[in-house]
């Protein structure tokens, strides 16, 4: 059974080396589509052994997508953006499932390298080479709906979801959204494509979590609640729409808690939390379920909450020092000292965990240990230019403490 990796690019001499050795080995075929490159990328993409073409581009994802589509040969696809990388450890899991005559496609868990929000996203990436799947949307291309459209016809056809991680995303941490400019591209072609397509519930996720997560709010939230409308019940929608419905309450619950209505976050939250998806992907649920209890004043929910997140996934260092903060509040401190502790070891660069650690052992008696600490901080702060640095020197002198 044949397997290509099929991907468009533009300008990505810095990761596209890292993404192809990825796949390389595990891929039959690798059709890369260049839309204009004007630095190394083709010749990247052809001394590691791919297939490049060339499309000129239109502003358009899917367009580019379907155009790459048009050269593969293989019996499946995966798709890759050249900020993503294949986890090794998947491969196995990935063939046993295409193996299943009745599969269409296989959803794939993606690890977002630097989220501040959920760590984890649920991706439509590897799919049967079948002539009636294409991608649509501008922005945020997927197979998704044509999957529909064929489950429709044929309903024989399942969808498989592998639960282990399987790709790594770095596209999406702050440095990389700066540099490309991705929250202007991506509103300018989502509001055009919303232009034509008012109630889309996918594009109004896409979109409504992107203008939260830059500050316009209340046009967030409005979109997000036409999305809402548009698929209102998972019990009764098809299992594509599962988790956009799933975003549209997360990103809701988000919103919601920006701007101090607790109540209607919890609700949205809960409702996140029932979804039919894979628990790594509620991960970023949970963690801010817990924020939210926690400022409310429930801190023992927030506990409880925490410690699902890390059950889940020991390794996320934010969740340790949520953990620690809760225990904190609660008067654990030896408990809270552990956790950030913890977090600390996770992220050697977390200055807030070092900040917090330092006021928890000076309450627990360790003078000499919290300034230590504090230092740690204020460094960490320094390096980030993070005013932060300046402020917490500022409470250290006025608590008569020299560092």
Not at 203 to 222: D, M, P, W
Not at 398 to 403: A, V, Y
Request: proline letters at 4%; one cysteine or more; a negative charge.
């Amino acid at each position: 059974m044949k397997l290509s990796l099929c991907m468009i690019v533009k300008n990505e001499e810095a990761t596209l080396r890292d993404c192809l050795h990825s796949v390389k080995d595990v891929v039959d075929e690798m059709v890369v589509l260049d839309t204009g490159s004007t630095d190394r990328t083709v010749e990247i993409a052809q001394e590691l052994g791919a297939n490049v073409y060339f499309f000129e581009w239109c502003n358009d994802f899917a367009v580019a997508r379907n155009e790459a589509l048009r050269f593969v040969t293989g019996d499946w696809v995966i798709v890759l953006d050249a900020d993503e990388k294949l986890k090794p450890e998947i491969v196995p899991l990935m063939r046993q499932a295409m193996q299943n005559e009745q599969c269409i496609l296989i959803n794939l868990i993606r690890h977002e390298v630097g989220a501040a929000q959920s760590p984890y996203s649920m991706v439509s990436r590897l799919f049967r080479h079948h002539p009636e799947l294409y991608f649509t949307h501008p922005y945020h291309a997927m197979v998704d709906d044509s999957v529909a459209e064929l489950l429709e016809k044929q309903p024989n056809w399942q969808i498989l979801e592998l639960a282990e991680v399987a790709i790594s995303h770095e596209g999406y941490t702050e440095q990389a959204i700066g540099a490309q400019n991705k929250f202007n591209r991506a509103a300018s072609a989502m509001e055009a494509y919303l232009s034509q397509y008012p109630n889309d519930p996918y594009t109004c996720s896409k979109l409504g979590a992107l203008y939260v997560r830059s500050g316009k709010i209340e046009r967030g939230i409005q979109l997000l609640e036409i999305g809402l409308r548009g698929v209102p019940s998972w019990r009764t929608r098809k299992p594509v729409e599962v988790p956009v419905l799933y975003e549209l309450h997360y990103h809701l619950g988000i919103a919601y808690s920006r701007i101090g209505k607790a109540s209607q976050a919890k609700s949205h939250y809960l409702a996140a939390m029932e979804m039919p998806v894979l628990p790594y992907i509620k991960l970023g649920t949970y963690n801010n379920y817990g924020n939210l209890l926690l400022e409310t004043g429930d801190i023992t929910g927030a506990i409880i909450a925490y410690t699902t997140v890390l059950e889940l996934d020991p390794t996320l260092a934010t969740a340790h020092f949520n953990l620690g903060i809760a225990y904190k509040d609660k008067g654990q401190l030896q408990d809270a000292i552990k956790c950030y502790r913890q977090a600390i070891a996770l992220n050697p660069n977390f200055a807030e965990a070092y900040q917090n650690l330092g006021v928890a052992l000076l309450k627990a008696g360790n003078v000499f240990e919290s300034l230590d600490t504090f230092r740690e901080a204020i460094t960490r702060y320094e390096e980030q230019q993070s005013p932060a640095a300046a402020k917490l020197r500022q409470s250290l002198k006025e608590m008569g403490l020299r560092i």
